[in-house]
Each structure stands twice: as structure tokens, then as C-alpha cells.
């Protein structure tokens, strides 16, 4: 594939994800698979953030394994309608530091206002269950009949 076109897959990926803001994140460990669903925020380079418990049965997981599969989609999309999503992969890692956390929670609040005076840089540095975490992607696939028929998908490789 040419890279004008993966510029372009990139960049009508890019744009849905800018547009939404729930992602379903899939985690693995030995005892198993487990799926939870988070608010996101995302940087220039595609990479997503993710606030959440480190305790939780999906951050227990990303402490034993840092390989992530998720799904960003339209909830409002009608089933006759072409079907309009993002299912990815990647690698997730604890941000640390107190600059890289203040930049991951100011995308994180930009991609979901409204909450900015509740949950802060001290709340993340404060409790236990607050931490901020990356999600860097290696394979994006992007569901969009309308712009990549007839195959329905563009694919994207970081």
C-alpha cells in the first residue's frame, strides 16, 4: 500500500478517534481474558490515555502483561446503517512524572470535559486508585464502508 494512502487511512482514523471518547480495553493475564470500558484522550502521534485503577482486574492485568487489544466505536450508529469503528492493538504502559501525567490528564480532560475541578494532577498524585496510563498502538483497524468500500476497512500499522 502506497503511503499517501496509509497517511490517509491514518488520518481518517485519527479524526474518528478525536470525534469519540469511550473505548472498551481487553486485558489478558493466567487467570484469563477481561474487557473494561474507560473514557480515553489521545495525542498527535495516535496514543490514548486511560485513567483508571491500578487495583482493578484490568490494571492487575496490565501490570503482568503491557499487550492490549480495544474498541472505539459510534454507540449511537444504527445497525442498518454501515458500521463505524476502530478495533486496535498496543502495548500500555504507567505514565510517570509528574510532567508526562499533567499532559496525559489535560488531553485525557480534552477529549472528556467537564469534570476538569474533579479530577486533578493531585488526584493523580495523591490516591492509590487514580493513575494514568498509555496506550501506544501497533495495528488499528478502522471500520468505514463509506470511505473504504468494498473492502468496508482501512488498516493502519504503527
Do not use: C
Request: charged share 20%.
Amino acid at each position: 500500500m502506497s503511503t499517501r494512502i496509509q497517511d490517509q487511512i491514518q488520518s481518517d482514523i485519527f479524526a474518528f478517534l478525536k470525534s469519540q471518547g469511550v473505548m472498551t480495553l481487553a486485558t489478558q493475564s493466567v487467570t484469563g481474558p477481561w474487557v473494561a470500558t474507560l473514557y480515553f484522550g489521545i495525542d498527535d502521534h495516535m496514543d490514548l490515555y486511560i485513567l483508571t485503577d491500578p487495583n482493578s482486574i484490568h490494571g492487575q492485568h496490565i501490570a503482568q502483561n503491557p499487550q492490549v487489544a480495544f474498541n472505539i466505536f459510534d454507540s449511537h450508529q444504527k445497525i442498518t446503517n454501515p458500521k463505524l469503528g476502530v478495533q486496535g492493538r498496543g502495548n500500555i504502559t504507567l505514565i510517570k512524572g509528574i510532567a508526562a501525567n499533567t499532559r496525559a490528564l489535560m488531553l485525557w480532560h480534552r477529549q472528556n470535559p467537564g469534570i476538569e475541578k474533579n479530577i486533578t494532577i493531585k488526584d493523580v498524585k495523591k490516591y492509590a486508585d487514580t493513575k494514568l496510563y498509555k496506550i501506544t498502538p501497533s495495528y488499528l483497524k478502522f471500520f468505514n464502508k463509506v470511505l473504504y468500500a468494498p473492502e468496508e476497512y482501512g488498516i493502519w500499522k504503527g
